[in-house]
Nanobody, 118 residues
Framework: VQLQASGGGSVQAGGSLRLGCAASGSILSIHDMAWYRQVPGKQRDLVATISSGGSTYYADSVKGRFTISRDNTKKTVYLQMNSLKPEDTAVYYC?????????????WGQGTQVTVSS
């Protein structure tokens, strides 16, 4: 199973970016999907999660600005980021709990850089 993230980049404060993360491989089903972010020297923090049924959770720091969604037919999770702030600058990682023929495991994408300038 692989998760391929895309959509990072540089934007000015107040701007928007949309991240995507597509899962591929021998997948039976995808359960919870999530986005995390990490800045150098700090721990990786949870940004948002979405269940297979569409229930969502957001960190307080992004509530009202970020929206997580998923397209189950495309095995893809998205993160729409609006009203971006310099403190949103980080490497963003996607994450998914995936069932295959052999096991249920958590997989990570490779990370995509988001840089917000003031």
């Amino acid at each position: 199973v692989q998760l391929q993230a895309s959509g990072g980049g540089s934007v000015q404060a107040g701007g928007s970016l949309r991240l995507g993360c597509a899962a591929s491989g021998s997948i039976l089903s995808i359960h919870d999907m999530a986005w995390y972010r990490q800045v150098p020297g700090k721990q990786r923090d949870l940004v948002a999660t979405i269940s297979s049924g569409g229930s969502t959770y957001y960190a307080d720091s992004v509530k009202g600005r970020f929206t997580i969604s998923r397209d189950n037919t495309k095995k893809t999770v998205y993160l729409q980021m609006n009203s971006l702030k310099p403190e949103d600058t980080a490497v963003y990682y996607c994450n998914a709990d995936v069932s295959t023929d052999y096991r249920l495991a958590t997989y990570w994408g490779q990370g995509t850089q988001v840089t917000v300038s003031s």
